[in-house]
């Protein structure tokens, strides 16, 4: 038996021993891997997974020049944990519950450039769904983007969520060359609205140095 197919097999049993914590019954495929880490590059180094697995996501990772000593692996099943200290054995791994990402020191304070989640958000709770996210931004540099992909039509984090975290979804491109096919989205903290008196402040300056250029009223003297 190779290892892949030994991969698919533990994959399967762990799904059917706990479906609603795994929610799929074989592993990410290739192309369901590419459109994950698409938008990644080894300057958004360290990067986060969440639910690994057994590494599909983790090798699509490292084929896009993220070394394992910038992974932190963070996996709740046990055997799944133990393959990925055998395949991966330079990555961080931490063997946890990805609510409690906030408990942790991932990288001696350095923050992630990116999130690779691998979850089943859709058959959580809102509340734990919310400990993952407020977690995972934690760790987030300010320009840092959380990737999660899903089998369903639409983003699996709730528009509510989104709004009472500040963050925004982007669709990034979904396959159908996965079993089952699947989508992905790109989840980013929004750009803050900019006040009035902000807008007034980076309007250009007048001859004289004092006031802003009063350009609307110019354009509408013609």
């Not at 490292?62 to 200290?85: R, V």
């Not at 400990?131 to 990737?147: E, M, N, P, T, W």
Request: with cysteine; glycine share 8%.
């Amino acid at each position: 038996m190779t290892s892949k197919t030994a991969d698919a097999v533990h994959f399967f049993r762990a799904w059917l021993s706990e479906p609603l914590r795994v929610a799929a019954v074989i592993p990410s495929g290739r192309a369901l891997s590419a459109l994950m880490v698409s938008e990644v590059s080894p300057e958004m180094g360290p990067v986060i997974e969440l639910g690994p697995g057994t590494g599909a996501f983790t090798r699509a990772l490292i084929a896009k020049g993220i070394t394992e000593e910038n992974l932190a692996l963070i996996e709740y099943g046990s055997d799944f944990a133990a393959k990925l200290n055998l395949y991966f054995p330079r990555a961080k791994i931490f063997r946890m519950d990805a609510a409690k990402l906030h408990d942790v020191v991932l990288f001696n304070g350095v923050r992630a450039g990116a999130v690779i989640s691998g979850l089943p958000l859709l058959s959580m709770p809102p509340r734990k769904v919310l400990s993952i996210l407020d977690g995972a931004f934690a760790h987030l540099r300010a320009d840092g983007a959380f990737y999660q992909f899903t089998y369903g039509p639409r983003c699996p984090i709730s528009r509510s969520l989104l709004d009472r975290l500040g963050l925004k979804a982007n669709f990034i491109g979904h396959t159908f060359a996965n079993i089952p096919p699947a989508a992905v989205y790109r989840i980013r903290h929004r750009k803050p609205r900019r006040t009035p008196a902000q807008r007034l402040l980076q309007l250009p300056l007048s001859p004289d140095g004092q006031q802003p250029w009063p350009w609307d009223r110019r354009s509408n003297d013609r």
